[in-house]
Structure formats: structure tokens, C-alpha cells
């Protein structure tokens, strides 16, 4: 089967209200709804509308969510695709479908782009380049840095990219008029993580003995993927010994489950110790 160019959701339902916490960051992409909304309020005095924002932080804290809750406030399609997918790619294929990604988003605009894990088509050029393989990552991120140059700012496209690695990308792509602006989106603390069950208990029959506030506690270092793969974990938990709703302790019993397979992987990323 043929591999598909890029995903497209041209009636995106995210909103704000979907992204619990991270409320600086909101109010740094509240900018670019704006613009996307009413362009000329910002031209008109002269100013350049920003083309593209980087969101930086730790896998699973919200970035796909925040970028696609600003498709939905701002009413405009949203296109993505992810960094990783070029890794395996046929020469000639990276470049031609960045290319095509913002052919279709400009046709659409006003729009966003979304390049999640940009550092695997974004890594320094030139650097590590030992195995001698890396054309075509080469190729891909020059057509990127093509493309966004390319475009004024009167194009009404915005890219926003995501990264846990904002320190390996190449210097070009953060210059002026490209991912000039960074967003830095945090691990939750106790009162984001609270408001984050919130979001994801939503959907879930809970028992009156369910203390969210303890769970907040109980789960430091959680991402927002984590809380919501908890609340899934503790809802199929209950389901099995045929409860008629979610009670607290499957929710610590999901708590251990989820710590377990955390510290597993964190062996497995540093087997040092
Ligand atoms: P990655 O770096 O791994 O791509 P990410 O930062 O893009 O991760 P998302 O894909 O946005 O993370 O998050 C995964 C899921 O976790 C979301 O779809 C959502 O269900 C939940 N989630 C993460 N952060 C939040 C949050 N702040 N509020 C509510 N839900 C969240």
C-alpha cells in the first residue's frame, strides 16, 4: 500500500478547553490564533506575522495537543506529519512531500502546519554524518527551510514544529522568519497534573471514593500521556472484575502498574546503573 503523504483534518473539534495546564504556553500560541483570525488587525500597522513556532519540552506533555487545539480555536485545517517518518524514506521522497505538505496547506490557508519530532528530519547538517546515509534527511530539511522562506507572510500559513531536543537542531532552522519563536512546554506540577485527571475523568464512571487530589500526589513526573493512559489502565482495571464503576484503588493499582513499566523503560535507557 501506498504510504501516506501527510494527515489533514480540515474541521479540527480540539479546543483549549482539551489542554489542561500549561497555561504560559497557551497564552503564547493565544497570539498566533489571532493572527490566523484577523491577519490584517496585525499587518495593517506593518507588522510581519510570525511563520513558525517551535514547542519544546518532554514526550507526552500536550505539544500535538496545543498545536491542534489552535487549529480548532482559530477555525482552520490543520496538516502534520511527523519527523520520524522521513527517517526510512526513498530518495527524493522527503523533499517532495514537505513540498507538497505546503502546497496543500497554502491552497487551504489560513492553515497550521504541524511537523511533530522535528529534530529527525532537523539535526545539525553536516554533523554525525559518520555512516554517510544522511542525504536525504539533508535533502528533506533543506526543501523545509526552502518552503518556509519561500512563503510570505502575507500566506497565512503557520508551521508549528515539536521537539524534546531543541538543542540538536540546526541553528538555520531557528533563525529569523523561521522557528524564531520557542515555546517551552513543562512536565505537570501537582495542580496541572490535578487538572489533567480532571480533563481525562471526564469520560470515565467514577466512584464517590476517588480522591484526585491524592492521585495529583501520587503521580510526580507523570506527563499528561501518562495520566491519561492511567485513567484508561484504571477503567479496564475495574472493568475486569466486573465493577460497576472506577473505584480508588484501581486507580493506585493502575499507579503501580504505570510506575513499574516507566522504571523498566528508564533501565532500559540507561543500563549504566
Ligand atoms: P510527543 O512528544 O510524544 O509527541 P506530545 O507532547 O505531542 O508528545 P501529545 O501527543 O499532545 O503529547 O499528548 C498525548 C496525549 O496525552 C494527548 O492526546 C492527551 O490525551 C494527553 N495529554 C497530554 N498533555 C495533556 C494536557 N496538558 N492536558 C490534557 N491531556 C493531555
Redesign the pocket.
Known sequence: SKAKLFDQDQKVKTSFK?????LGAKEEVQEIVDFLKSPDKYTSLGGKIPKGAL?V??????????AKAVAGEAGVPFFSLSGSDFVEMFVGVGASRVRDLFKQAQQKAPSIIFI??IDAVGRARGKSNMTGGNDERENTLNQLLTEMDGFGTDTNVIVIA?T?RADVLDKALLRAGRFDRQIY?DL?DLK?RE??FK??LKPIKIHKDVDVEFLSQQTPGF???D??NLCNEAALIAARQDKKAVHHQDFLDAVDRIVGGLEKKNKLISPKE
Request: glycine share 16%; charged share 15%; hydrophobic share 45%.
Open positions: 482539551d489542554v489542561a495546564g500549561l514547542l519540552g518532554p514526550p507526552g506533555t500536550g505539544k500535538t495537543l496545543l511533530d519530532e515539536a524534546n512546554v505537570p496541572e487538572a489533567i480533563v481525562h506527563s499528561g500521556a495520566i491519561a
